[in-house]
């Protein structure tokens, strides 16, 4: 059975956070979602830190549970640092096999930010050095460029990023076998880069709310269901398609950062536009914010629609929470689509099997027509788009 794992969110003690995000709500929405794999999120934080201890229950190495719900440890840190005069910031996942090694990290880097002060914190801190403190408490551990693309915060971002990864991670680079494609882009995008042919694209929620867990997801299949840190940060190094079976992704275009743009002048452009205006808002003069769409025209060495020989395959969704409000024609937090929501999940069980695995006729027996229709729609690919910019979410619709 393949199991799904979400492995990027953030706990109540992260900014502009749900007060939600606490370990029995995450286990109760990762039930609804059907996930099966939870990242913690925020180990470093001291407080985070001892609730999941005294939280989850050790099932074997590298892997916790609560509730049913298996969980690894991980976190986000942001590392603000200086080369040559120039300042950067990237953010990087952190996955760690257990609580010693947890500590282990936590020591060596408390010395460059405060880790109370926020879930992901702020280090003063080269991301060449991170990966070296990350492997040397213990080999088992893995270091992620979170959301590559995000303009301020991505590695390969436009406005605080790098060309390639050993730029950005230097002599560790050798030791980064994954990176996270974030909402604004999906794997098509990133397989237009040779240089990550080898490294494994992975796909999380970086969930704020209990509701956003497993908008993005990744789906692996595992012989050995009792050793599942093991097999899976295995199958993510060595890009195993026959364990990492896929991907589960956002409509790129609905992430907050797809096209160029300027969000307080409510301008939105294609990069061709933007280039032809030399990337300056025709509203306000001022520099647009370049968005992941651009920077991939910018990096790639391959046409559109190339898809490497290794590439592990991606599903794109839409939450269901949003197609039922759209076709009821009502907001997404209303009564109405709350109550087809539960009534769904109870007799299918969770989300993902709705949104992916049931028979449209199957679904047209409990719910409406329309709602049917748009889950098919959606599965199709039969959507209108309206992109994301400059930290505004897009939209996606069904095709009318």
């Given at each position: 059975m393949p199991l799904i794992a979400d492995l990027h969110i953030h706990s109540r003690y992260s900014r502009a956070t749900s007060p939600e995000m606490n370990i029995p709500s995450i286990a109760k929405w990762a039930g609804i979602k059907g996930i099966q794999i939870m990242g913690t999120g925020d180990f470093t934080h001291p407080e985070w830190l001892n609730e999941l201890k005294s939280s989850l229950k050790p099932v074997g190495y590298g892997t916790f549970e609560y509730e049913g719900v298996k969980f690894f440890l991980t976190a986000e840190v942001s590392n603000i640092f200086y080369r040559r005069g120039e300042g950067f910031k990237v953010h990087n996942i952190i996955l760690a096999p257990d609580f010693e090694t947890v500590e282990k990290i936590i020591c060596q880097i408390s010395g460059y930010g405060k880790l109370a002060s926020d879930g992901r914190p702020i280090l003063v801190l080269d991301p060449e050095e991170l990966v070296k403190i990350v492997l040397e408490?213990?080999?088992?551990?893995?270091?992620?460029?979170?959301?590559?693309?995000?303009?301020?915060?991505?590695?390969?971002?436009?406005?605080?990023?790098?060309?390639?990864?050993?730029?950005?991670?230097?002599?560790?680079?050798?030791?980064?076998?994954?990176?996270?494609?974030?909402?604004?882009?999906?794997?098509?995008?990133?397989?237009?880069?040779?240089?990550?042919?080898n490294i494994s694209l992975i796909s999380n929620s970086d969930a704020h709310s209990p509701r956003k867990l497993g908008r993005e997801a990744n789906v692996f299949a595992l012989p050995d269901s009792t050793n599942l840190y093991a097999e899976i940060t295995k199958a993510i190094k060595t890009k195993d398609r026959s364990k990492f079976l896929y991907t589960i992704e956002f409509f790129p275009e609905e992430g907050k950062y797809h096209f160029d743009g300027h969000r307080l002048c409510a301008y939105r452009a294609h990069p061709q536009e933007t280039i032809a205006q030399k990337l300056i808002c025709p509203v306000c003069k001022k520099p647009v914010t370049v968005g992941v769409l651009h920077r991939v025209e910018e990096l790639a060495d391959r046409k559109l629609k190339t898809q490497p020989s290794k590439a592990i395959p991606f599903k794109s969704l839409i939450p269901l929470a949003e197609i039922i409000a759209e076709v009821l024609g009502v907001g997404r937090s209303t009564q109405k689509v709350e109550k087809e929501y539960f009534k769904l999940i109870t007799r299918f069980g969770n989300e993902f099997t709705i949104l992916m695995d049931t028979e449209i006729d199957e679904l047209s027996k409990y719910t409406s027509a329309g709602i049917a229709a748009g889950i098919d729609k959606m599965r199709k690919g039969d959507v209108e788009i309206n992109p994301g910019y400059d930290g505004e979410f897009g939209i996606i619709s069904l095709a009318r």
């Open positions: 408490a213990s080999v088992d551990s893995m270091v992620i460029p979170a959301h590559v693309w995000t303009p301020h915060f991505g590695v390969f971002g436009s406005a605080s990023g790098f060309d390639s990864l050993p730029e950005g991670f230097g002599s560790q680079s050798k030791n980064i076998f994954a990176i996270e494609t974030g909402l604004s882009s999906n794997p098509a995008m990133n397989w237009r880069l040779s240089a990550l042919d």
